[in-house]
Each structure stands twice: as structure tokens, then as C-alpha cells.
T-cell receptor, first 115, second 113 residues
Framework: EAEVAQSPRYKITEKSQAVAFWCDPI?????LYWYRQILGQGPELLVQ????????DSQLPKDRFSAERLKGVDSTLKIQPAELGDSAMYLC?????????????FGPGTRLLVL | AQSVTQPDIHITVSEGASLELRCNYS??????LFWYVQSPGQGLQLLLK??????LVQGIKGFEAEFKRSQSSFNLRKPSVHWSDAAEYFC???????????FGKGTHLIIQP
């Protein structure tokens, strides 16, 4: 069964450093999402891609976060500089298309700890 | 604003007992509704989803959920829980022009032997 891949699984960094997370969606899925899940909370959408285009990044802190999906396949989420409050689980999900009823399939996540 | 509420942060159930996890939503129109489960260190796995039609939805692992429009609820149920059901359960909604999922804060399920 196809899965969403994410790396690294864990990342420890110091504040003010740069970090990057990678996501490879299920093959053929046009829509890719990045969510942030703070401990004890539900995931919150950061950015949504349709193919290589950003559809929604209204909740992405653009002063320090950036996301790209250059060829419409895999994606990278970057934080520069990292802050203590960025410690969280970063989840990637993909779906066949952007319709609201489409099932989103989640990767295992990258757990980030900022010291 | 669109929101999903899971009133119970923690629930403890004895193995073999029945389970009901509550979920309420606040949306302009009836959203699409989902239940996901998250085991420690894992991503989220879809249990079931509701779009329209029959208000009782069957999912994987013996779970079901009932949509009640009058109560704006989508509660998850299981007639007999197993120790392996211990996990975090998230109710989520989508629709109203925003395609990303809006999640509740989750309910942590503890299974007593």
C-alpha cells in the first residue's frame, strides 16, 4: 500500500538555526498539505499545494516559514530561523485532488525540538 | 469561524466495554466529517468519513459513527474495545471553501485491563 514518506523523523536544533523537512506524497496525488501539530492539540493547516502551486498559505508564518513543491511531486518545508515555539510535529498529507471530500493520507511526521 | 469540538480530553474504558467519543462541529453548512486515529509516534489513519446519505457510517477496526444534523454532532462508537485501541482520536471537518481539514483537539483513549 502506497504511503506518504517524510524525513527526517526527528530533528533537534538550536533556536536561530535553519531546519528543513521533506515530504514525498503518494504517487499521483495532486494535492499536498503541511500541518503543524503542537503537543496536546490537533493538527493545524500551514500550507496547501495543488500540483506545484500554493492554494492556501494563510496560516503559514511567512516571515520565517517557506514551502515549495517545485515539480509538483515532493515538497520541502523550511524554517529559518527556528524559534522555541516551533517545537511540534510537522505532518505532511496528500490527496488525489483538492476536493473537500477527498481522503487525506498522512505521513508519520517529523518531530521538531528547538532548544 | 469554522470549528470542531471534542469535549473529552481523556476517556478511560475497560477492555471489552463499549465506547463513545463525542464530536461537535460549527460550520456554515454541513461539512464533510472524518475521524482519524493517531498511535504514539505515528501519523494519522482514517477510521471513517461522512459525506451524505446514511447517517450511520461504518469504518475500519469495528468503529462506526453517527451524524446528527440537529445536534451538529458526529460521535464515534465501538461496541467492544480492545487494548490496541488505546490511542489519540481526532474528529475533523472540511468544506465551506476551505479544503484543508479543521481538527478538534483530540481525545486520548486509555484502555483498562
Amino acid at each position: 500500500e502506497a504511503e506518504v514518506a517524510q524525513s527526517p523523523r526527528y530533528k533537534i536544533t538550536e533556536k536561530s538555526q535553519a531546519v528543513a523537512f521533506w515530504c514525498d506524497p503518494i504517487s499521483g496525488h495532486a494535492t499536498l498539505y503541511w500541518y503543524r501539530q503542537i503537543l496536546g492539540q490537533g493538527p493545524e493547516l500551514l500550507v496547501q499545494f495543488q500540483d506545484e502551486s500554493v492554494v492556501d498559505d494563510s496560516q503559514l508564518p511567512k516571515d520565517r516559514f517557506s514551502a515549495e513543491r517545485l515539480k509538483g511531486v515532493d515538497s520541502t518545508l523550511k524554517i529559518q530561523p527556528a524559534e522555541l515555539g516551533d517545537s511540534a510535529m510537522y505532518l505532511c498529507a496528500s490527496s488525489r485532488d483538492s476536493a473537500a471530500q477527498e481522503t487525506q493520507y498522512f505521513g508519520p511526521g517529523t518531530r521538531l525540538l528547538v532548544l | 469561524a469554522q470549528s470542531v469540538t471534542q469535549p473529552d480530553i481523556h476517556i478511560t474504558v475497560s477492555e471489552g466495554a463499549s465506547l463513545e467519543l463525542r464530536c461537535n462541529y460549527s460550520y456554515g453548512a454541513t461539512p464533510y466529517l472524518f475521524w482519524y486515529v493517531q498511535s504514539p509516534g505515528q501519523g494519522l489513519q482514517l477510521l471513517l468519513k461522512y459525506f451524505s446519505g446514511d447517517t450511520l457510517v461504518q469504518g475500519i477496526k469495528g468503529f462506526e459513527a453517527e451524524f446528527k444534523r440537529s445536534q451538529s454532532s458526529f460521535n464515534l462508537r465501538k461496541p467492544s474495545v480492545h487494548w490496541s485501541d488505546a490511542a489519540e482520536y481526532f474528529c475533523a471537518a472540511a468544506g465551506g471553501g476551505a479544503d484543508g481539514l479543521t481538527f478538534g483537539k483530540g481525545t486520548h483513549l486509555i484502555i483498562q485491563p
